[in-house]
């Protein structure tokens, strides 16, 4: 087994590795690569985003000769890297302009794929279990094209990866992602048994051992097994436990690397385990280290210790209880570590998916400007930060943007994402060109004010025709199915989706025609693990505490509160998380999410009233950090 790239209570570690399960060779320690030997002042992990050279969490990391490059425990190549794969880094610079001194890749989970569930409504988002860990698909994973279009109908998703589609067997997959507290949130899914001739999990073959990382739920009171997440891992005399760690009731609630063979009957047979602990090999990096990054889910803070665990690993930090409210997120976080290993973090963000997309043909290229037009009008401009994917391309995982406009063409159906801002900016996420072109086309965003009129609508400034539409082509948000149940319910900030018809006849520049075998519904699930209430807190973070009750007086000249005796400032970044705000004046608007202040564009005397029960988040000088309204 390989070590990783760890992060301790004193101490950044990147690979120092001693091998791997298949005999590979040690890759080249920090110390060494990139720059001639120059300081390492970069590093930590993340997702591959994009490519030239690469991206992790959207910065971009030079990779030159003396880069050293390892995936699973085996030296590597720059070609050997894809999209969605989780890496730890070290590279050296400064100001964004880095050089990678390493890049190394270790997938998660190597085992059968059981209990495929994919989402009704989206079979590319669902979840399955490998080894017991239960792996969550959404919108950020790359379904890699290894795993077949197995029920031919061009596209690859979830159902491919049903055993109905596969002649009754359990496909063999490698899953990249973050732990979770009950498996994975896969960052991508590739198969590994698509081709004769593997094995995997067979006691009779050295080096096929399936693999699990993941937590040590229990251990059993005679010594011969112990728990991942549910999943039972047998213990017998050939088990190595490597570092000279033993078996007992301490390693509960440690982070294990897994090798093992099948058991018979479900059942697993551990061959070799590691636990991935601290180390303070790297003491003297952190006092060169100026970035620090970290993409993950937040598993626990402890305000007492001062630690957040995430990805497995346990950080010092100052502060931590500020940042209770993203346990369970997908965030990503920098910060700065301290000579005694301690990270001030600068800036937490959790992940979101953008409630702006499109489905649709290319109508023209302008590869000058690095945009293309659909059909729809819809002008996609990818970025080095957009997850780029061409299915129909063997490379197409590992497109650099101009490499992707020279592979793309007039009549490619493309799907992508983008987050919008309060100008009507778009910022694209995710772009995906899929293996065959589809007639129809869709589109979703918030649906506009004041365009709410049957038969059409718009959405982002796309207007939507429903003439022709059955009532069997509209759903409202409580599942009613009916055109008057849809037009009555419907509100302004609501997103909604609307396909055209099949040949996609209504898919013109001037708008989406939905035709009489169309869809319109409104989408209450943006398929993105971790995007939720908080979006962002930056730099300087400051101590905050709560109060809560009823508003027993509003100042609205001042924009105070009195809540319980304490006066809190509302200003225009404090985050609002409202459930339904009603006036005789504003009417009624539902706001998912939070929302600064500044952004709602509601008086303060509307919003606030007395008799209203809060909680708020304030900072030592009372200022609202964030104000939840309930109900």
């Known amino acids: 087994m390989s070590k990783k790239f760890l992060l301790g209570a004193s101490a950044l570690v990147l690979a120092s590795c001693s091998g791997s399960d298949s005999g590979g060779g040690s890759p080249t320690g920090p110390t060494g690569g990139s720059g001639g030997g120059a300081p390492i002042t970069a590093a930590g992990s993340g997702v591959i985003t994009g490519f030239g050279s690469i991206i992790v969490n959207g910065t971009r990391y030079q990779l030159d000769g003396s880069t050293a490059v390892t995936v699973n425990g085996q030296t590597g190549a720059e070609s050997d890297l894809r999209l969605g794969m989780v890496v730890r880094f070290a590279a050296s610079g400064a100001d964004g302009d880095f050089v990678a001194a390493d890049i190394e890749y270790e997938r998660n989970l190597v085992c059968p794929a059981d209990d495929v569930d994919p989402n009704p409504s989206n079979p590319a988002v669902g979840d399955f279990t490998v080894c017991g860990q239960l792996v969550l698909i959404d919108d950020n994973t790359v379904l890699d094209d290894s795993i077949g279009d197995n029920n031919t109908d061009s596209v690859i998703d979830l ?164 940042f209770a409210n993203f346990v369970g997120l997908l965030v990503e976080i920098e910060g700065e570590f301290d000579a005694a290993g301690v990270l001030t973090i600068q800036n937490i963000e959790a992940e979101r998916g953008g409630d702006v997309r499109v489905e649709d043909q290319i109508a023209s290229i302008n590869t000058q400007a690095g945009t293309f037009t659909t059909r729809l009008g819809v002008v996609v401009t990818p970025t080095g930060d957009s997850r780029i994917l061409d299915q129909g391309d063997e490379e197409g995982d590992q497109f650099s943007v101009a490499e992707f406009f020279t592979a793309l063409q007039v009549g490619d159906t493309v799907r992508a994402r983008a987050e919008e801002d309060a100008n009507g900016g778009r910022t694209w996420t995710r772009v995906t060109v899929l293996a065959e072109a589809e007639g129809a086309c869709s589109f979703q965003g918030p649906l506009d004010a004041g365009t709410i009129s049957d038969p059409s609508f718009s959405l982002a400034g796309l207007v939507i025709d429903t003439t022709g539409l059955g009532d069997g082509g509209f759903v409202n948000a409580s599942g009613d199915e009916t055109r008057a149940a849809f037009f009555s319910s419907v509100a302004a900030g609501d997103v909604v989706k609307a396909t055209s018809d099949t040949d996609g006849l209504g898919c013109t520049p001037n708008g989406l025609a939905t035709g009489v075998d169309g869809f319109v519904s409104v989408e209450t699930d943006d398929f993105v693990v971790g995007d939720e209430v908080i979006d962002e807190i930056t730099d300087p973070l400051v101590a905050v505490d709560t109060v809560s009750g009823v508003v027993s007086g509003v100042d609205a000249e001042n924009n105070t509160l009195n809540i319980n005796g304490v006066l809190v400032q509302i200003e225009g970044s404090t985050l609002i998380t409202p459930y339904t705000i009603s006036s005789a004046t504003q009417g009624e608007m539902t706001v998912e999410g939070s929302v600064p202040f500044g952004e709602l564009g509601l008086p303060f005397a509307t919003l606030f009233q007395q008799g209203l029960f809060v909680f708020a988040d304030v900072t030592a000088d009372n200022i609202g950090v964030e104000v939840g309204l309930l109900p």
């Open 159 to 322: 159902n491919d990866l049903d055993p109905v589609n596969l002649g009754g067997a359990n496909a063999v997959v490698e899953v990249s992602g973050y732990p979770t507290a009950t498996g994975y949130l896969a960052t991508r899914v590739e198969r590994l048994d698509a081709t004769g001739g593997a094995t995997f999990g067979d006691p009779t073959v050295p080096g096929d051992e399936f693999e699990v990382e993941g937590f040590i739920d229990s251990v059993a009171t005679d010594l011969t097994s112990f728990v991942v997440n549910g999943a039972t891992f047998a213990v017998d005399g050939a088990t190595t436990f490597e570092d000279g760690v033993t078996l007992d009731q301490s390693l509960v609630g440690a982070f294990v690397e897994v090798a093992a063979d099948d058991g018979g009957s479900g059942g697993y047979v551990a061959t070799a385990v590691e636990v991935i602990e601290q180390s303070d090999v790297w003491d003297e990096t952190l006092e060169n280290l100026t970035d620090f990054e970290i993409k993950g889910v937040l598993a626990a803070v402890d305000a007492t210790a001062n630690t957040i665990s995430i990805n497995g690993l346990t950080i010092d930090v100052t502060a931590a209880g500020e």
